[in-house]
């Protein structure tokens, strides 16, 4: 039941159709068989079963008000817990001292009553968009397991958790597609928020320009009530607007080069039949975007914000750190705070002109990932390693840099392989966002 929904655990739950300890029983069950070892970094299986049975107990004394407590979720090892270690999926901080308190975001989860089920594997520190990690392992896509696909990255074993019915929900974190691209290797959806909507306190940074916590879930719903917790809200949940009359935007430069044959099916289909519903589709460029290689060539803003952060761990920890991770942050070291002030000035004009461009749409779409996830042996050589990882995580890389909320929604018939279609709204229009994409995915599933 788990993979039911998050409105339909709280009705189940709320009617006593089932119980937070059954769910809870349920995900970790999973939890132990196939990828569940590697999805997750650390189960907290006893402290779970306990919340969930006292859930129970005041719920059968009817004395429960919360709609989502009991239901299990999973977060990403980035994000502080009370007493435990944040390792950020690195042997770096192994012996780091335990967290003093909960990040807000997790303390907001758990005033909501969600049942948090462990930490999930990631990235090391979060830099990369294959998912691979090769301190804790790696967990694979759920599709064609026979030969072993990455994940993504770097949410990885949180997507994986969600896909394979071990969590409801997962919580990750996205700087340059982060949730959007396991969401999209995974089967899942994948949302990224407007940077400053949900507080990155007792998260461990990648880039504090670019960082944002976003959730990934079985639908948009499920994505909005988690965001909308995480803001400070109650778990307002995404009202799902006609597609009939949506002006939406095609991108057509950037992000469709090198896109695969069974990606460009799946997202051709899917423009097909939200023009059959009666979305009005028009082809754009934003001919700004072009330059975000340019821009991002000696590192960007991840290179150089992630030096700052780790130069003096590095300075002790150098041999503890996965190899193409430390690369990519020594790179900072090389930015000037001149290079830097250009970055910020030339990232606001293209805010700016994008912006304009795109005002008389509701959202904008593009691939989530021009390609299906490839066989982890694909990614054994640096060279190819480095080709597909800045493959993945080009075209998700435009909402980060434009700081635009972004939602990735499956968009491939059942059994295929995944593949992500993505929306990209306007900045600080989260919830807007969310009842657009509702709408596209009831239509996409019928």
């Avoid at 999930?120 to 520190?125: A, D, K």
């Avoid at 929306?423 to 009831?442: P, S």
């Amino acid at each position: 039941m788990i993979k039911s929904g998050l409105a339909v655990l709280a009705a189940a739950l709320g009617a006593g159709k089932v119980t937070a300890r059954a769910l809870t029983d349920e995900a970790l069950e999973a939890a132990t068989q196939g990828e569940g070892p590697t999805a997750y970094m650390h189960l907290h299986a006893d402290r779970a079963r306990a919340e969930a049975s006292a859930i129970d107990s005041v719920r059968q004394a009817g004395r429960e008000a919360r709609p989502w407590a009991g239901i299990p979720i999973s977060i990403k090892d980035l994000f502080d817990e009370e007493g435990l270690v944040t390792t950020a999926g690195s042997k770096a901080l192994a012996g780091s001292a335990p967290a003093d308190a909960d990040a807000p975001i997790v303390a907001r989860l758990r005033r909501a009553g969600f049942v948090i089920l462990g930490r999930c594997v990631m990235t090391e520190f979060a830099y990369s968009g294959v998912g691979l990690n090769p301190h804790y392992g790696t967990p694979a896509s759920p599709w064609d397991r026979e030969t072993g696909r990455i994940p993504g990255g770097s949410s990885s074993g949180g997507a994986v958790s969600v896909a394979d019915g071990m969590a409801a929900a997962t919580i990750g974190t996205d700087t340059g597609g982060s949730c959007r691209i396991p969401a999209a290797f995974c089967g899942i959806t994948g949302f990224k928020p407007t940077i400053d909507r949900v507080p990155r306190d007792g998260c461990t940074p990648l880039s504090f320009s670019l960082d944002s916590i976003g959730p990934l879930a079985n639908s948009v719903d499920c994505c909005a009530i988690l965001d909308d917790v995480m803001a400070g809200g109650t778990g307002r949940r995404a009202a799902a607007l006609p597609v009939r009359g949506m002006r939406l935007a095609v991108l057509t430069n950037f992000v469709l080069e090198d896109m695969d044959q069974t990606v460009a099916d799946a997202y051709a289909a899917a423009l097909e039949t939200l023009s059959e519903a009666g979305a009005h589709l028009e082809e754009i460029t934003l001919d700004a975007i072009d330059d975000l290689p340019a821009l991002g060539a000696a590192g960007g803003f991840a290179a150089a914000d992630s030096y700052a952060w780790h130069r003096r761990l590095i300075e002790t920890k150098r041999d503890a750190y996965d190899p193409r991770v430390i690369g990519r942050i020594e790179r900072g070291a090389a930015i000037s705070a001149a290079d830097y002030i250009d970055l910020m000035e030339a990232r606001v004009a293209m805010q700016r002109r994008t912006d304009r461009e795109t005002a008389g749409f509701d959202a904008v779409l593009m691939p989530t990932v021009p390609i299906v996830p490839p066989a982890l042996s694909e990614l054994d050589q640096d060279d190819d390693y480095t080709r597909i990882n800045l493959l993945c995580l080009r075209n998700p890389s435009v909402g980060n840099f434009l700081n635009r909320p972004n939602i990735s929604l499956p968009c491939h018939a059942e059994g295929d392989a995944p593949v992500g279609l993505t929306l990209m709204g306007h900045r600080g229009r989260d919830r807007a966002l969310f009842d657009i994409a509702a709408g596209v995915e009831g239509v996409l599933r019928s």
